[in-house]
């Protein structure tokens, strides 16, 4: 009987609204926790959790353009983010459990936000690829917002290994279950896909490659990869090959313009 009623359009609306504010809590407990360490004040508290546990949501249903943004109009989802950020203000937690809290509440919403992203953009007659999009900027965008304002790499960058991309892959899954008419399934495998993810990047440093080891091969690759600076006027000399050397030129002292 509760799977049927899941399955049912008023269910899985209503399961949809929880996921989202327990998003927007956890979120914003989490951004909470950041301002802690930043040594901000109540306000700045209060500022950080709003924008981490709300940011997404508004881009997410701005760029549906289906209707005012939910966080709007609906008058749980402000309180439930000012909740989160005073928790995060009042309550001291120790390091370990500290710990041990982040990774599943980062790893839980990410699953949460990319099934309710998915489910708004079906919501609003989008095709799956715009789920899968809106599904992941749910995810990481208030997040993203959040860094840019503490002047922070956003961890969608790969500051936070398999972010973005647990994101993606929460979404995918909730879009072929949805197809295959088990939203239901799709909501569990979803989230449970993104807390495995998440504890393998985290435990034991699951990640994309990326190409900071990686320079050109070129005579500016080769100085940048040795850690030179170049000054403007040797950076013009570079891109114009055959221009005579001067003051602060890359070229070799015993070098002749023949050469």
């Known amino acids: 009987m509760v799977l049927m009623n899941l399955l ?3 269910g899985l609306a209503s399961v949809t609204n929880v996921l989202d504010l327990a998003g ?3 979120s914003a407990l989490l951004g909470g926790s950041l301002a802690r360490t930043m040594d901000f004040d109540l306000f700045g ?9 709300l940011g997404g949501g508004i881009l997410r249903d701005t760029l549906l353009q289906n209707g005012p943004p939910v966080a709007l109009v609906d008058p749980l989802y402000v309180p439930v983010a000012i909740a989160g950020a005073l928790i995060a203000f009042f309550v001291s937690f120790s390091a370990l459990t500290w710990d041990r809290l982040f990774t599943v509440l980062d790893a839980a919403v990410i699953g949460f936000w990319a099934v309710v992203g998915v489910q708004r953009t079906f919501d609003a007659g989008l095709p799956w690829p715009a789920a899968i999009i809106m599904g992941t900027i749910t995810a990481v965008g208030g997040g993203a917002m959040r860094d840019l304002l503490l002047r922070r790499v956003p961890a969608v960058f790969g500051g936070n290994a398999l972010y973005a991309t647990v994101a993606v892959a929460a979404s995918a899954v909730m879009v072929i279950a949805s197809h295959l008419g088990s939203p239901t399934i799709g ?11 998440r504890w393998g990047a985290v435990r034991r440093g699951w990640g994309l490659p990326n190409g900071r080891d990686w320079q050109p091969k070129s005579t500016l690759g080769s100085l940048l990869q040795r850690g030179r600076k170049l000054r403007p006027d040797a950076i013009r000399l570079l891109r114009r090959p055959g221009r005579r050397s001067g003051a602060g030129s890359v070229r070799s002292e015993h070098e002749t313009p023949d050469d």
């Open 187 to 197: 909501i569990v495998a979803a989230i449970l896909l993104s807390l495995g993810l």
């Open 45 to 53: 508290f209060l500022v950080v959790g709003f924008i981490s546990g």
């Open 24 to 26: 927007v809590f956890a």
């Open 8 to 10: 049912s359009p008023e």
